[in-house]
């Protein structure tokens, strides 16, 4: 006699969970490449430049900060979570026991773990590039603000826990029912559309004029809002069973 043990939905995820996060790791792999190369291309302007001078005095600005670093990585886990549903990684998943809402729950968890550590790749990288321009140059510097605050650190992580969300929803959707797919078709069709037509009517200044710790919190929960969305389509898209 043959007896099937019910294995509960988080037993799957946590294995599912250890499973992808081993397994993908190349995936942060690529991003400490990525950054490194960034890093010595923009090493000898930074993020942007400015020059004074008087008689016998001349003094150069430079500007070296996360932002470009962010949008970076940024793009990478954007890129990262949609290769998250692509074919290739799904049938990763036959190693373990799993379904589409299991594994959708556990690349939303890989890629929150993975964004932690792609902000300490990120701030790593930025200290390797001033350290070691300080190393090579034989010019004189005078370093400003050269710790992050808490808050800069908590933007980071909000901003690509968000750029993960949407990939891993617009990898979903596309996966997902007939229906999903023209919905998510049209809804970024007319974006486009929009965007094109009225680029002068959407105005960000005023959110970036906000307070570092309220954006990530608006990021936070329009991520939480994309990761639940992202674990509805799957569990629609489970095949029926009687």
Same mark, same amino acid.
């Given at each position: 006699?043959?007896?099937?043990?019910?294995?509960?939905?988080?037993?799957?995820?946590?294995?599912?969970?250890?499973?992808?996060?081993?397994?993908?790791?190349?995936?942060?792999?690529?991003?400490?490449?990525?950054?490194?190369?960034?890093?010595?291309?923009?090493?000898?302007?930074?993020?942007?430049?400015?020059?004074?001078?008087?008689?016998?005095?001349?003094?150069?600005?430079?500007?070296?900060?996360?932002?470009?670093?962010?949008?970076?990585?940024?793009?990478?886990?954007?890129?990262?979570?949609?290769?998250?549903?692509?074919?290739?990684?799904?049938?990763?998943?036959?190693?373990?026991?799993?379904?589409?809402?299991?594994?959708?729950?556990?690349?939303?968890?890989?890629?929150?773990?993975?964004?932690?550590?792609?902000?300490? !790749?990120? +701030? %790593? @990288?930025?200290? #390797?590039?001033? =350290?070691?321009?300080?190393?090579?140059?034989?010019? &004189?510097?005078? /370093?400003?603000?050269?710790?992050?605050?808490?808050?800069?650190?908590?933007?980071?992580?909000?901003?690509?826990?968000?750029?993960?969300?949407?990939?891993?929803?617009?990898?979903?959707?596309?996966?997902?029912?007939?229906?999903?797919? !023209?919905? +998510? %078709? @049209?809804?970024? #069709?007319?974006? =486009?559309?929009?965007?094109?037509?009225?680029?002068? &009517?959407?105005? /960000?200044?005023?959110?970036?004029?906000?307070?570092?710790?309220?954006?990530?919190?608006?990021?936070?929960?329009?991520?939480?809002?994309?990761?639940?969305?992202?674990?509805?389509?799957?569990?629609?898209?489970?095949?029926?069973?009687?």
């Amino acid at each position: 006699m043959q007896s099937l043990t019910n294995i509960s939905l988080k037993t799957i995820v946590i294995k599912q969970v250890k499973w992808k996060a081993k397994l993908y790791i190349s995936a942060l792999s690529s991003l400490v490449i990525v950054q490194i190369i960034f890093g010595i291309l923009t090493s000898s302007s930074g993020s942007g430049s400015s020059g004074h001078g008087g008689g016998n005095l001349n003094v150069h600005f430079y500007n070296y900060s996360l932002d470009t670093f962010l949008i970076v990585t940024a793009i990478w886990a954007f890129v990262v979570a949609l290769l998250f549903t692509t074919k290739a990684y799904r049938i990763d998943d036959l190693s373990v026991i799993s379904s589409r809402t299991s594994s959708a729950i556990a690349n939303i968890f890989v890629m929150i773990i993975y964004s932690f550590i792609a902000v300490i !790749i990120m +701030v %790593s @990288t930025y200290y #390797l590039q001033v =350290f070691g321009i300080l190393l090579v140059e034989k010019k &004189s510097f005078l /370093i400003e603000d050269l710790y992050f605050s808490p808050s800069i650190l908590l933007l980071c992580f909000s901003s690509l826990c968000l750029f993960g969300a949407i990939g891993l929803l617009l990898g979903t959707s596309f996966k997902g029912p007939v229906v999903i797919k !023209i919905f +998510v %078709s @049209t809804f970024l #069709l007319f974006s =486009f559309i929009y965007i094109f037509m009225a680029p002068n &009517s959407i105005n /960000i200044g005023s959110l970036m004029m906000l307070p570092n710790l309220m954006i990530s919190v608006l990021y936070l929960l329009m991520a939480l809002l994309c990761f639940s969305l992202t674990i509805w389509i799957a569990d629609k898209s489970e095949v029926t069973r009687k």
